[in-house]
């Protein structure tokens, strides 16, 4: 079971799946709204259970995002074709078990900082 959090507690998350794809984005979305990397896994939309009412904005035509309408923490990402969501890694209470698959959007990547970790990336 993972289970995670927002900073402030007003919504929460929990999957019995085993998440897929553990990545670190570095999209312009993703760094304005996380204020640096997102790093998130996914799941079965149907496989995550959350608690509260987060605050969707619609990203794009695309997809959308999650976040606490309180503390503001950036918890989600679905995109509307797709019947999998991703939730941040970050809001994890606890160790996930996962390991890093792949890093997304590097050709966005912040200009102060070096990918270093041999991890494959995609631009």
Not at 45 to 51: F, G, H, Q, R, Y
Not at 63 to 90: N, Q, V, Y
Request: contains cysteine; negative net charge.
């Amino acid at each position: 079971m993972i289970k995670g959090s927002c900073l402030c507690g007003d919504i929460t998350f929990e999957t019995d799946a085993t998440p897929q794809g553990a990545s670190m984005c570095h999209c312009g979305q993703c760094r304005k709204q996380s204020g640096g990397v997102w790093s998130s896994a996914f799941v079965a939309e149907a496989d995550l259970v959350i608690s509260g009412a987060p605050h969707w904005f619609e990203a794009s035509p695309t997809a959308k995002r999650g976040s606490c309408p309180r503390c503001g923490a950036f918890l989600f990402w679905k995109a509307h074709a797709e019947d999998t969501i991703s939730f941040s890694l970050g809001a994890v209470d606890g160790p996930t078990g996962l390991t890093l698959s792949k890093h997304l959007f590097v050709a966005n990547k912040g200009d102060y900082y070096d990918i270093a970790d041999g991890v494959p990336q995609q631009d």
